[in-house]
């Protein structure tokens, strides 16, 4: 049974460097065809996943601030009758700063939206060229004020370890952020990932990533800060306030189950993982011809789900039950987890172990991914 819902707008306002869905501008959307698709698209999943009243909602994708406050009033009206809602159920909507999006911040919000997430990415007018963001620093500080105008919940994101980036420019951004008094910030290190704009102009020669000593040292320092500051870290990039933290990215951390409706959406659900068609007019055709807009539904086997779920787990401050996971999968505690690897990395003060609670240590989270990769068994990976 499914306690998240997440609903997938893949439409930006013009080319866009982060989607494959270009130049879909508002006015070209028959809001009528997308509002009858996404009410089938729900009432399908409801059909399978229903049971439990909805603990939270997300509004993702290319630019679903620019939704139709109509329809994401009628989406919540529609979820809330086929799931229900618990008491003070959080609703996100993902927004970039435009001063366009930031128009409609105060109808979404009466629309049913509690929370917004803001893609600020930096407070400083260079690091955003570089960033490839189309919003300045002014527009986006102006679309966050308006923000917390609208809305009871806030977060915003920035990244870090940027080309020639010092501990010392760093931290006055840091800082600055934190002045703001959102209860939620999400900060990411830079990564130049294969088969991105930034791996080309790495290999190109046009930019030297900070190396990974120093990297490492900005994300000490961003923990020291933000601990200090009352929003400590809860996941590996992500600090909040005790109780701010997402409730919907939470069940994902947590293995917990989830839908996903839209385009391109993905959702774990009863041991299954769903995909949806990517392209808007795929997804169409197949809400037409099969009432819904999966392109792929796959059985996961208890080890996969196993794997995933320590792969996410780790991620937490609060680390992962062994006991639990292992009664949920019917693994042993002991096959779950590299039990040698465990007990090097616990002497090593990387990891630690609490009672049936396996934990990543401050000094472990910078070396998370290395972690991973040492204490989830591969064949428990791989099987």
């Known amino acids: 049974m499914a306690r998240a819902l997440y609903i997938h707008w893949p439409f930006c306002l013009a080319k866009c460097p982060y989607c494959d869905f270009n130049s879909h501008v508002r006015d070209r959307i028959d809001v009528e065809i997308w509002r009858k698709s996404l009410h089938c698209d729900l009432r399908h999943e409801a059909e399978l996943a229903s049971g439990e009243r909805l603990e939270s909602i997300f509004f993702g994708g290319g630019t679903p601030s620019l939704m139709a406050p109509e329809l994401v009033s009628t989406l919540l009206e529609e979820a809330e009758r086929l799931w229900g809602f618990a008491p003070g159920i959080e609703i996100t909507l993902e927004a970039n700063p435009s001063s366009v999006e930031a128009s409609k911040f105060k109808d979404l919000a009466a629309a049913g939206v509690n929370r917004v997430s803001l893609g600020l990415q930096s407070l400083d007018d260079d690091a955003l060229r570089f960033l490839g963001r189309l919003h300045d620093s002014s527009e986006g500080l102006s679309a966050l004020s308006t923000a917390q105008n609208a809305f009871s919940r806030v977060t915003f994101d920035l990244i870090y370890a940027l080309p020639g980036q010092t ?217």
């Open 167 to 383: 501990p010392e420019q760093w931290q006055r951004m840091l800082e600055r952020a934190l002045s703001f008094g959102t209860s939620h910030l999400s900060l990411y290190q830079l990564t130049i990932e294969p088969g991105t704009r930034f791996a080309t102009m790495v290999r190109q020669g046009n930019f030297t990533p900070l190396d990974d000593d120093a990297a490492a040292d900005l994300f000490t320092l961003t923990r020291e800060i933000t601990a200090a500051a009352g929003l400590p870290a809860y996941e590996i990039s992500n600090h909040a306030r005790p109780r701010e933290e997402s409730r919907h990215n939470l069940t994902y951390w947590r293995y917990g189950d989830y839908v996903g409706i839209g385009p391109g959406a993905h959702g774990r659900r009863g041991g299954k993982a769903t995909v949806r068609h990517k392209k808007p007019e795929n997804w169409l055709s197949a809400i037409e011809s099969q009432g819904h807009g999966i392109a792929e539904e796959r059985v996961l086997g208890l080890n996969e789900q196993a794997s995933e779920a320590l792969l996410m787990g780790l991620r937490l401050a609060e680390g992962i039950d062994l006991q639990a996971l292992s009664a949920r999968f019917g693994i042993a505690p002991d096959a779950l987890v590299d039990q040698a690897r465990l007990n090097f990395y616990s002497a090593q003060g990387l990891v630690k172990k609490q009672g049936p609670r396996i934990i990543v240590t401050e000094a472990g989270m910078p070396l998370l991914d290395a972690l991973l990769g040492e204490l989830v068994p591969a064949d428990l990976v791989t099987a």
